[in-house]
C-alpha cells in the first residue's frame, strides 16, 4: 500500500501552504486518515485527523490555522496549513488507519518555514 504525499516546501512565516496525500491502493472511504509531523530531536506527533465518517481532530498548537479535509472520490487526503511559524518546520507524514486492516504510512514530505 502507498501513499504518496505532496505539497511541502520552503514558506516563510505566516504563508501558507497544502499538503496532499493521494491513497489510491485502499478502500480510501472506511480508512480514519491523519496528518503527522517529526520535527528533527523530536519523536513523531499528531497534528490533525478525519474519520471515515467526516470528524476531524486537530493538536493544539495548530487548532484555528490548519485545516484537513478529504475527498473520498479522489481518494485524497489535504491539510491546508495557514499563518506558519517556525515551529510547524518539520517532516509531515500521511496515516491511513482502519482498525480491523491496517495502518499504512506514506513517505513524508518536507515543510520548512524560514524567511
Known amino acids: 500500500v502507498q501513499l504518496v504525499e505532496s505539497g511541502g516546501g520552503l514558506v516563510q512565516p505566516g504563508g501558507s501552504l497544502r499538503l496532499a496525500c493521494a491513497a489510491p491502493g485502499i478502500a480510501f472511504r472506511i480508512y480514519d486518515m491523519s496528518w503527522y509531523r517529526q520535527a528533527p530531536g523530536n519523536q513523531r506527533e499528531l497534528v490533525a485527523s478525519?474519520?471515515?465518517?467526516?470528524?476531524?481532530e486537530f493538536a493544539g498548537s495548530v487548532k484555528g490555522r490548519f485545516i484537513i479535509s478529504r475527498d473520498n472520490a479522489k481518494k485524497m487526503v489535504y491539510l491546508q496549513m495557514n499563518s506558519l511559524q517556525s515551529e510547524d518546520t518539520a517532516i509531515y507524514y500521511c496515516n491511513a488507519r482502519n482498525r480491523k486492516i491496517g495502518n499504512y504510512w506514506g513517505q513524508g514530505t518536507q515543510v520548512t518555514v524560514s524567511s
Open positions: 478525519i474519520t471515515s465518517g467526516g470528524n476531524t
